[in-house]
């Protein structure tokens, strides 16, 4: 029931009933374990129907003020990964945050599209397409601007015994509503999400007619302490603190230049934009299921796998200019099974990737001539159902004339593992005998896409198994043999791609739930630029 249909029936009573606990139960999930409550109350005196919340608790909240995040429902932008608002990407980073610290709370209420439901949620689109904002919109169908009801909150939280709080929110009337219900609010932290080009506009309008506490056209989507709220956030004689923004160290590779180049898979397209995801631009399209991607600077040219459809052993390996024209199929359709992450070695014309279903690691001149099997970890359908076989990752050591390869194990398995050899095949030797192999990790979650800095002689790589050491990315010294991973970023959506930009000190990583992510080297000064770009895989970075 939405908070408009409840503010009509509660006119003909006396108001909201007292709030009860309808059940407890555990809820693990991929930010950790936590405890998921239900909560709800009578909407108006005498009646059956009932204002409903689900509570998320992570760690022990007796202890100083938790985190806390109100979340409105947004069916659109949670589930089907909607670009006209910012709702999934916020309760995304709250989460993160919540787990990061590893104690806090989400309190998710059931009011779609601020209140108004999803029906009335989906007119109001329809009236904004035809040109008027998201506030005009709702004003055409008779609702407020905002229909919400912030309340239960505060109940939930008298009944949770939490009398302080740190908010996670950019909405001011959430914390008026927390102040009327007598709790303390003693910092608020910004919750604010890059727009794309479908929410700017949105965002925009939140801000000038709701009050919202956000730039738009801000850079800087983590979650972090509040600046001074400014006139958009009216707070007087709310109780609460803010707390200056806190510093962070600008990454070595700020001022850097370059492009990146990134696969949507679900979308068989190439995109193309700055390091930060403006002037971004679609340069290829009906790609068939694009995986791993290379640029090669001095010639001005992209090469991209296209894995195809598994079982029917059609994939492909293409090549165009740097703006997508003059495209070309250079490895056709039944040579290669299944392309995955693909690699560059310029000084010596040759293209690296790993076959999955295939079991392959391979590599051909540039021009797509002169296919070479250099590992094969089996052959036939018997063998192609182990998934321990298939081949995903590759990067070369050219210094050492060593190969780096994945072999991921089944989904969240436990089996993966990162092995070398060398790049050329031992004398008398054959691909599926190969006496050189070494094992470096094994164990792994599910480890993907590699990328090595010959500089640090440091080895990355992407990891899309369960957590703790899943949804991670990696990295290792190659040249210690006790050498073990670290653990560098957590809580990636079923990491995929990885690019380094070893001058800038920065890498680029891609999420199969359509993140795009940037970071120091050793993780620090993390970033999530883009989100909800559909399923991504391979990622390149290139100063052209």
């Known amino acids: ?82 670009m006209r608002c910012d709702c999934g990407g916020q309760l995304e980073l709250a989460m993160e945050a919540i787990a990061q610290e590893g104690r806090g709370l989400v309190i998710y ?51 949770l015994c939490i009398p302080r709080v740190r908010l996670l929110t950019n909405n001011p009337g959430k914390l008026r509503a927390l102040s009327d219900a007598g709790i303390e609010v003693v910092e608020r932290l910004a919750c604010e999400v890059g727009p794309t080009t479908h929410s700017l506009a949105y965002l925009r309008t939140k801000k000038q007619k709701n009050g919202t506490c956000v730039e738009p056209g801000s850079s800087r989507t983590r979650v972090g302490a509040s600046r001074n709220l400014g006139a958009n956030c009216e707070t007087e004689g709310l109780t609460m603190s803010v707390l200056p923004q806190a510093g962070t160290k600008a990454s070595s590779g700020a001022m850097r230049s370059g492009r990146l180049f990134l696969l949507e898979l679900s979308g068989g397209r190439i995109h193309s934009m700055n390091p930060d995801g403006s002037d971004r631009k679609t340069i290829v399209t009906n790609c068939r299921l694009p995986d791993g991607i290379v640029v ?96 995903v990752g590759i990067t070369i050591d050219p210094m050492r004339k060593q190969i780096y390869w994945t072999q991921k194990g089944p989904d969240n398995g436990e089996q993966g593992r990162i092995l070398r050899a060398s790049i050329d095949l031992p004398r008398d030797e054959s691909p ?6 070494e094992v470096l990790f094994d164990r792994l979650p599910e480890p993907i896409d590699l990328e090595l800095d010959r500089v640090g002689r440091v080895l990355y790589w992407t990891d899309r198994g369960d957590p703790p050491r899943g949804n991670t990315v990696n990295r290792a010294l190659i040249d210690d043999a006790n050498a073990v991973p670290e653990i560098v970023i957590t809580h990636l959506m079923e990491g995929i791609g990885i690019a380094l930009d070893v001058a800038g000190n920065r890498m680029f990583v891609t999420d199969f739930a359509g993140s795009v992510y940037s970071a120091d080297l050793d993780g620090e000064n993390e970033r999530n630029f883009l989100y909800a770009q559909g399923n991504l895989t391979g990622i390149a970075y290139a100063e052209v």
């Not at 503010?7 to 998921?36: D, K, N």
């Not at 029917?312 to 995955?340: C, F, M, W, Y």
């Not at 599926?432 to 192999?437: G, H, M, Q, Y």
């Open 1 to 82: 029931m939405s908070s408009h249909e409840n503010r009509v029936r509660a006119a003909a009573g006396s108001g909201p009933g007292p709030v009860r606990r309808i059940a407890s139960t555990r809820l693990p999930s991929r930010w950790g374990r936590f405890e998921a409550m239900g909560f709800e109350r009578e909407a108006w005196t005498g009646g059956r129907a009932a204002e409903t919340a689900l509570v998320l608790v992570l760690g022990d909240l007796c202890q100083g003020a938790p985190l806390l995040r109100i979340h409105s429902q947004c069916l659109t932008g949670e589930v089907f990964g909607s």
């Open 109 to 159: 209420e059931f009011q779609e599209g601020r209140g108004i439901g999803l029906m009335a949620k989906l007119q109001a689109y329809e009236l904004q397409d035809a040109g008027i904002d998201t506030v005009e919109a709702n004003h055409a169908l008779g609702f407020e601007m905002d229909f919400r009801d912030f309340s239960l909150a505060g109940a939930i939280l008298h009944d």
């Open 296 to 391: 090669d600077v001095d010639a001005a040219h992209i090469y991209w796998t296209n894995m195809g459809v598994p079982n029917l052993n059609d994939g492909s390996i293409e090549r165009a200019d740097l703006d997508g024209k003059n495209r070309k199929v250079i490895v056709p359709q039944g040579i290669t099974h299944t392309p995955k992450q693909l690699h560059l070695d310029k000084e010596n014309g040759k293209l690296y990737w790993g076959d999955r279903e295939g079991m392959r690691v391979m590599r051909a001149n540039l021009d797509g001539s002169q296919v070479e099997t250099l590992v094969q970890a089996g052959e036939g359908d018997a063998d192609r159902r182990d998934q321990n076989r298939w081949c």
């Open 432 to 437: 599926a005998n190969r006496s050189d192999i």
